[in-house]
């Protein structure tokens, strides 16, 4: 307990100087009260003392969230937070034991990146995730919001023609716009309701699965720029298996939060790293998953520069197939 309190009250001072030993104290204590990440060191056969720095850190594949509960630690879980899924596959499950330290750190980087939530107005339009209570993404607009001290919690849904007023209505000199959306449904709306939002930040989630032909994101963000008159479109990369986002001002290149760290490992070799650079799979590091894991490999292909800012170029073939196979083994 004492290790955990000391964990809790270094995350609210992490700073870059500080992110690698926490990360450190943070592995220490997973693999002793993780059972999941427990049993995944000894499938690899490795042991506490195998691992002396970050680089020798291992990433359990986030497959593990839609096999097991991912849970560190013995507090209750506060929330669940359920990946969408496509038609008979099994949707991830992020357990989460302090919604206080998910809030903390989702706050700091949005100011960090934005400033106070409270100088926007923030329009979201998440249909898709807004029909699930279990959405993550759902959760960190409402929670920008209340931070922002906005009491309509309107989120449109399927009101494009309502959303369309509102936007066109908003006293801007008051508050600075927001429009947070998924791909898919910034682009029908951007379609129908073009208009000059030209000192607006419009942010893109991602979410095109499934929804026709799959468009480069240069392609979205040039039809999104000429629908609404900005210079560039932002971008929010997360997933439900992560509590920490890392933005995108533009271009795609990611900045990621302060409790966040991205790496790459090689295509064909999941224990080969690869340098600044180059192409691979992207790891990160999310020290806000006090109590799940902080250790994740995702199945998205990128890049990472050597100021720590990355891009996310797609996705890895056959990653579920690879991701089912490895946890069987646990």
Not at 71 to 97: L, N, Y
Not at 238 to 243: F, H, R
Not at 262 to 287: Q, Y
Not at 303 to 309: E, I, L, P, S, T
Request: proline share 4%.
């Amino acid at each position: 307990m004492n290790q955990e309190r000391e964990i809790r009250k270094k995350l609210r001072e992490i700073d870059a100087e500080s992110f690698d030993s926490l990360a450190m104290d943070v592995f220490r204590w997973q693999a002793r009260q993780n059972p999941v990440y427990a049993s995944y060191l000894r499938y690899l056969g490795l042991k506490l003392r195998d691992i002396r720095c970050i680089e020798d850190i291992p990433f359990l594949p986030v497959p593990a969230f839609r096999f097991h509960r991912v849970i560190s630690g013995t507090r209750p879980v506060e929330r669940s937070f359920v990946s969408s899924s496509t038609s008979g596959s099994i949707p991830a499950r992020h357990h989460v034991s302090d919604l206080r330290l998910y809030r903390e750190s989702l706050l700091r980087a949005f100011r960090k990146f934005y400033g106070d939530p409270g100088s926007y107005r923030i329009f979201p339009l998440l249909p898709s995730y807004l029909e699930r209570e279990d959405a993550s993404l759902v959760y960190m607009v409402k929670v920008l919001m209340e931070a922002g001290k906005q009491n309509e919690e309107q989120f449109y849904l399927h009101n494009y023609e309502k959303l369309a007023e509102d936007l066109q209505a908003h006293d801007r000199g008051k508050r600075k716009i927001l429009f947070i959306g998924v791909t898919f449904a910034l682009l029908h709306f951007a379609s129908k309701y073009p208009m000059d939002l030209n000192d607006a930040v419009i942010m893109e989630t991602g979410g095109m699965k499934g929804r026709g032909r799959e468009l480069t994101r240069e392609e979205v963000h040039e039809r999104l720029k000429s629908a609404f008159g900005v210079a560039s479109v932002h971008s929010e990369y997360g997933m439900t298996e992560m509590l920490s986002q890392a933005y995108s001002a533009g271009e795609g290149l990611f900045e990621p939060a302060p409790t966040m760290k991205v790496s790459l490992r090689d295509i064909h070799d999941p224990f080969e790293p690869k340098a600044a650079g180059e192409t691979g799979v992207i790891r990160v590091i999310d020290l806000a998953n006090l109590y799940s894991c902080s250790f994740l490999e995702t199945a998205d292909l990128g890049k990472v520069h050597a100021d720590g800012r990355f891009e996310v170029l797609g996705r890895m073939d056959h990653s579920e197939v690879r991701g089912c196979n490895l946890m069987a083994g646990l």
